[in-house]
């Protein structure tokens, strides 16, 4: 981008996170990963609801799958990692709802380990919610080509992403003052 004054037929990317290329690319990629955020969160409550009428968070619908993955069942502190947060009594109070909506089971003790795990309901859901998840979303996906190839590379990128972000937060949380 040049330094003088945009042209007529140019946008202006440049603000106090965008002041040259790598700061343009940087914040033009994470306003596309908030809106890419939101709008999975939307699929996932709204496709959530649809099969099931049952309305949880995107968040919490990730949750449900994750406990659901292998059929094995995870601890708060395996939910945890899996999905990169620290929000630990959030993740208990999505754990609640779903223990009373009947879609998982608690196993274990607070010596023991507690453990969660998909109920025959959780495992009905989550099978619906794949069959219109495969219908609505995967059939248009095999339909682009090349595409398979590219997500697996916008994996790749965002799990480097993840690592740095990762990395920055670290540093900040540091040497704050």
Known sequence: MSEGPAKSD?????????????EIATTEMEFALMRTFESF???????????????????ENALLHIIRMNDRAKSVKELARLTNRDDIPNIQY???KMLSEGLITKQGTSRTGVTYEATDKGREVTDVYAT??????????DDI??????LQEVTRTLNILSGLYEEASRVAATHRR
Request: hydrophobic share 45%.
């Open 10 to 22: 140019e946008m202006d990317f440049k603000w106090h996170l965008a002041a040259d290329d790598p």
């Open 132 to 141: 219109v998840r495969r219908r609505l979303l995967v059939e248009k996906i």
């Open 94 to 96: 999505s754990l609640r």
């Open 145 to 150: 080509p090349d595409f398979v190839q590219r």
């Open 41 to 59: 969160g939307r699929w996932q409550a709204e496709c959530l609801i649809a099969v099931s009428g049952l309305t949880l968070s995107g968040p």
